[in-house]
């Protein structure tokens, strides 16, 4: 059987190592952020009204959220739930509809 060879950067580790170890030592701290809370769950209404307030129609809407038509469609009838990245994405577009005009 034939092994892969991984590549391996010594400097990579080692300044790991000293960043671990400053930390260790109290020179040195932690960078933390703050994570938004889990999205919530798109209603079948709800996503539409966002389609609507884009003024756009369902296969564009689709385009823009770069799921098929029958996915957007779905969600507006209520046959399927978005999934927790499409309910994120869903609200962006509902907060920054700006951020999904389509150019070429």
């Keep these: 059987m034939k092994k892969k ?3 391996f950067d010594v400097a990579d580790l080692t300044g790991a190592l000293d ?3 400053a ?3 109290g020179k040195a701290t932690l960078r933390t952020t703050t994570l938004p809370p889990p999205a919530k769950v798109a209603k079948p209404l709800h996503i539409a009204r966002i389609r609507r307030r884009m003024n756009v ?3 564009l809407f689709a385009k823009m959220l770069n799921v098929s038509q029958v996915t957007a ?3 507006e009838n209520g046959r399927r739930q978005p999934s927790g990245p499409a309910c994120r994405l869903l609200e962006i577009a509902e907060a920054h509809p700006q951020v999904f005009t389509m150019t070429k």
């Design 57 to 59: 129609s369902q296969a």
């Design 19 to 21: 960043e671990a170890l």
């Design 5 to 7: 060879e991984i590549p």
């Design 23 to 25: 930390y260790a030592k």
């Design 73 to 75: 469609k779905s969600w």
